[in-house]
């Protein structure tokens, strides 16, 4: 059975090789170098067999993308700490948001009101929109991507609604159809000045379970790859919501 190989990482600036990829199912790593074909250099190799081959990588390559464990021993942080990253990063901080409906949206009152009329309402002096607007207007970026099925759930229709109250307080929220983020990856995370991943965890009620935080740089790099392929074919939520305005 073939492998299922993930990318992991190189430090080519050019043509992708020397590189590192980990087999998903096993946790093995996969190593792509220049062959060793040298008969004198092979000949100094130990238990070298008759099999195997040998490559040359850049120390850098490893010491950068080699995984440091086997399994990832999660770091689960509290809802206060995952909260102060919000306050205290640097530059950006973005989402991409998966899920076909959140439970916490079901259960906030804005969420009835849209339900009642069609049209939501928001506190403007909400201490998420107070924080945002502060970030923003010091010249910090915050963003996301919503993912959408066609048609959109109820849920992401009062989201899509409720986009217009995140942007007015200096959010980029962007949309991308499901079947166009096939190459996406399905977690909802945040990610933070490139440097701190927030993996959120939920259970299938779409109940948030926990926060887990990632700092591995070749893991950081993963999300941030996602991040990108998802801004360069996302459409800002206005935009969105002219495609979606013909269904409903």
Not at 59 to 67: A, I, K, Y
Not at 145 to 155: G, S
Request: contains cysteine; charged residues 30%; hydrophobic residues 40%.
């Amino acid at each position: 059975m073939a492998r299922q190989l993930r990318f992991t990482g190189t430090d080519s600036k050019v043509d992708g090789c020397p590189a590192l990829h980990t087999d998903e199912g096993t946790g093995e790593v996969v190593v792509q170098g220049t062959p060793v074909t040298d008969p004198e250099d092979l000949a100094q190799l130990q238990h070298f067999g008759p099999d195997e081959a040998a490559v040359v990588v850049p120390r850098e390559l490893l010491v950068n993308w080699g995984p440091k464990e086997m399994e990832r021993v999660p770091e689960l942080v509290d809802r206060a700490t995952f909260r102060r990253l919000f306050e205290t990063f640097k530059h950006t901080a973005w989402r991409l948001e998966t899920r076909r409906g959140y439970a916490s949206d079901r259960q906030d009152p804005d969420f009835q009101e849209f339900l009642a009329t069609g049209s939501s309402t928001w506190d403007p002096n909400e201490a998420w929109f107070v924080n945002i607007r502060r970030q923003t207007e010091a010249g910090k970026q915050v963003g996301r991507v919503r993912i959408a099925d066609n048609p959109p759930t109820t849920e992401q229709l009062f989201l899509l609604d409720y986009a217009r109250y995140n942007a007015s307080v200096g959010e980029d929220i962007r949309y991308l159809w499901r079947e166009d983020a096939v190459q996406l990856s399905a977690e909802d995370f945040w990610i933070f000045d490139s440097r701190l991943v927030a993996l959120l965890h939920f259970d299938d009620a779409d109940n948030l379970l926990n926060i887990e935080l990632i700092t591995e740089p070749a893991e950081v790099v993963r999300y941030s790859v996602v991040r990108d392929a998802a801004m360069h074919h996302a459409v800002p939520y206005d935009q969105f919501a002219e495609q979606v305005a013909p269904t409903e």
